[in-house]
């Protein structure tokens, strides 16, 4: 990968705006009114440039007002539904992928099947089609997907990797931690990798349970699966590497969430990293640290009672309309104008190299292609979205993987073993997930 691409603006405001207008036939206006937008989370560049966008969607329709905040992503769901509950939500939410059958299901969003028209056979003709799918729920579309980021990835420093006799990543999770025991100095661990509470911190150790086999929920049985034998070995590999000495304390992991543990690697204070499809694009790394990114190496051999999958992958930007909504007709044209392909290349390089694009023409970006090759070579052949699977998505969600976030942080301190941390967690998540499900 390279450390230094360059990035071009590919709109200003007022080519965003002539470009805006004409989708428009004629540059007719098709809604007025006022519409809010409540925006979650977002890598500095895509919330910069949202809100430039933004101005060039406000050009392009006058008549309609904007109101439009950006919260941060790891409150989204305490804030939509305090919104929902209190008859203040937003008309569009700018959320993830996962909560959508929970919004769903408690009637917070509007099918967009329902209200987009013709629309949706453009959305469909520009968006690429399992990440089109991700906006997916009981075969109505509730989301527009921008981009997708996938689980989990492992960054690796070059130097150290070469330092410590080896010519090619990891392959497997005993080779992870072969490597990362290799790379340790007094200085500088091996590896690295977030504990804390927040949901892309357990997203990241979803990707290594689902690879292993397991699942946190069981939709046909109804079921909790913390802990199923693949869920329990793949926190187990967390607590390994611990015992290893291979990683910063124990108390710093689980204090430490994704963007800080980015920057101790960026920095050059740890090896490896653990994260999402994203690692360290988003903030950068120093200019004397050679690195890479790869696919987080599989098991050894799956314990879990499911299917393994190469990864887990959700949208974190996806345009959902609320059923609170008094302005529909302005609220789809908010979302159509995230489908055109202006929008869209935001996320193949311009300047945004992020996230795995939703839109089939980022795709040509050369700046993509120069970020990451391998991406491009994998979409080109069929094979990037080949054996994913969506990041785990059902009503109560949030409270198993509120249930997980503790287990984790259980094993990672030693207050518990990975097996007596999940048997409880899943007790726990259980009565919750009855309670929802009556």
């Known amino acids: ?38 925006k979650f989370g977002g890598t500095p560049q895509e919330v910069e ?48 992928g996962q909560d959508i059958p929970e919004f769903a299901g408690f009637g917070m969003l509007q099918p967009l099947d329902d209200i987009a028209g013709d629309k949706l056979a453009g959305w469909k003709d520009r968006i690429v089609p399992e990440v089109y799918e991700s906006g997916m729920h009981d075969g109505k579309l509730y989301a527009l997907p921008t981009y997708v980021d996938m689980a989990s990835f ?20 005993a080779e992870v931690r072969e490597y990362a025991k290799a790379m340790t100095r007094p200085d500088r661990p091996g590896i690295a990798f977030p504990a804390t509470t927040a949901p892309v911190d357990i997203n990241i ?12 929920f069981d939709e046909e049985t109804g079921k909790v699966t913390l802990n199923d034998k693949g869920v329990v070995d793949a926190l187990q590999f967390y607590v390994d590497l611990i015992k290893d000495g291979s990683t910063p304390a124990a108390t710093s992991l689980t ?12 920095q050059g204070r740890s090896a490896m990293w653990i994260g999402l499809s994203w690692l360290n ?39 959902m309309v609320s ?6 007709e302005a609220a789809v044209e908010y979302l159509d104008f995230w489908s055109q392909n202006e929008q869209l290349e935001i996320w193949g390089g311009q300047p945004e190299i992020a996230r795995i694009p939703a839109g089939k023409a980022a795709w040509d970006n050369p700046e993509l292609a120069e970020a990451w090759p391998n991406w491009v070579k994998s979409y080109e052949a069929g094979k990037l979205f080949a054996g994913a699977a969506p990041m785990p ?33 899943t007790t726990g998540a259980q009565t919750q997930i009855d309670l929802i499900r009556g």
């Open 49 to 96: 440039q949202w809100a430039l966008r933004n101005d060039a969607f406000t050009a392009a329709h006058p008549d309609v007002g904007l109101n439009y905040s950006y919260f941060n992503g790891q409150i989204r769901r305490q804030k939509i539904l305090a919104g929902f509950q209190t008859n203040r939500l937003a008309d569009v939410i700018i959320a993830f």
């Open 255 to 266: 204090e430490t969430f994704f963007r800080d543990t980015a920057q101790l690697f960026g």
């Open 1 to 38: 990968m390279s450390n230094s691409i360059s990035r071009r603006r590919f709109l200003g405001t007022t080519a965003a705006a002539a470009g805006a207008a004409a989708f428009l036939p004629g540059g007719a206006r098709a809604a007025s009114g006022e519409i809010s937008v409540w």
């Open 205 to 216: 150790f979803e990707g290594l349970a689902y690879a292993n086999g397991g699942r946190v």
């Open 323 to 328: 059923s609170r909504s008094k302005n529909p």
């Open 154 to 173: 492992l960054a690796i420093n070059l130097d150290a990797l070469e330092e410590a006799g080896f010519d090619r990543p990891p392959e497997t999770w």
């Open 393 to 425: 998505r059902f009503i109560g969600v949030s409270a198993i993987e509120s249930a997980l976030g503790t287990a984790i942080q259980q094993a990672v301190l030693g207050q518990k073993t990975p097996q007596e941390a999940l048997d409880e967690a």
């Open 281 to 319: 694009t988003p903030w950068g790394v120093n200019e004397d640290v050679r690195w890479t990114g790869v696919p987080f190496p599989r098991p050894d051999a799956p314990s879990g009672s499911y299917e393994p999958v190469s990864a887990i992958m959700d949208g974190t930007a996806m345009l």
